[in-house]
């Protein structure tokens, strides 16, 4: 599969500033992917129900290197939270 959607933390910030913005782009996709980096930015931004889901953002190493190979990584991975 490919990737449908790329949202930046400014578009989080000022698109899904409400609870119900926010469930619903939970519900929308399936799985949710971020970039290493910006990942201890995300849980207020995304909030609880993307945690309480199960639908916790993927991290992935955008740096250097191929791209789309660590994509492909991340998405065929299988994680496991423990809360």
Known sequence: ??????????SLRK???????K?????????FL???RILPMLPPLIGK???KHGKQPIPVKLGKGNFSERLATARDSTYLYIR
């Open 34 to 36: 971020a970039d290493d």
């Open 49 to 51: 129900h993307f945690f």
């Open 1 to 10: 599969e490919e990737v449908k959607q790329a949202i930046g933390v400014s």
């Open 23 to 31: 469930r619903k782009l939970a519900a929308s996709f399936d799985l």
């Open 15 to 21: 698109e899904y500033s409400q609870y119900e913005d």
